[in-house]
């Protein structure tokens, strides 16, 4: 993945970046939902779970917040072991607040990646907000930073990285990796 070139600005509210919060559907996907007579199904990209398990690896907390309730969502967070999960049409900012309380954290420490209206609130208080380049004009709008990956292909693993060497943290797993 070519990496893109941050401005000093953007590079400086990702080193204060303690937790990633991200919406599920168009963002840890691309949007579309198989459905059956067995359920629902949904495909996830591999990439953005190693970038999630970096994140965790580095010290970062990860949490989804999704308005939709989901057993594929709630599977594959169980697999990354991601530190938060809310699946409810209730209020993004107030599952958001509770995560940050129990974490002891603030909204300058956020990156929030949303894709849709119902993650303005989100996209307006976090001290990192990202959209996808399919998100809605208004999230984007937003956003201080529009990945070049699109969602369930590999965005979140483009601000994972992004995250890590704006911390200095990158290096260091590559030379982990690469042993």
């Known amino acids: 993945m070519a990496r893109a070139v941050l401005n000093k600005?953007?590079?400086s509210k990702l080193a204060r970046v303690r937790i990633l919060l991200c919406d599920v559907d168009g963002i840890l996907t691309d949007t579309g939902i198989w459905m059956g007579n067995d359920g629902e199904t949904k495909r996830f990209c591999v990439q953005d779970g190693?970038?999630?398990?970096l994140l965790r690896e580095a010290g970062l907390k990860v949490g989804w917040?999704?308005?939709r309730i989901s057993a594929a969502t709630?599977?594959?967070a169980r697999?990354?072991?991601v530190d938060f999960l809310h699946q409810s049409r209730s209020c993004k900012v107030a599952a958001a607040e509770q995560m940050l309380a129990q974490s002891g954290l603030g909204w300058a420490e956020v990156c929030y990646m949303g894709d849709d209206i119902v993650d303005l609130g989100m996209l307006k208080r976090a001290g990192v907000a990202v959209a996808v380049p399919h998100g809605h004009r208004e999230a984007k709008?937003?956003?201080?930073y529009v990945t070049r990956t699109p969602?369930?292909?590999?965005?979140?693993?483009?601000v994972a990285e992004h995250i890590l060497?704006?911390?200095?943290?990158?290096?260091?797993?590559?030379?982990?990796?690469?042993?």
């Open 9 to 11: 600005t953007l590079s």
């Open 50 to 53: 190693l970038g999630i398990r």
């Open 65 to 67: 917040i999704s308005a």
């Open 74 to 76: 709630e599977q594959r």
């Open 79 to 81: 697999e990354l072991q």
């Open 141 to 144: 709008r937003l956003a201080d």
């Open 151 to 158: 969602g369930g292909h590999g965005a979140v693993r483009e």
């Open 165 to 179: 060497q704006a911390q200095d943290k990158w290096q260091p797993l590559l030379a982990q990796y690469s042993a």
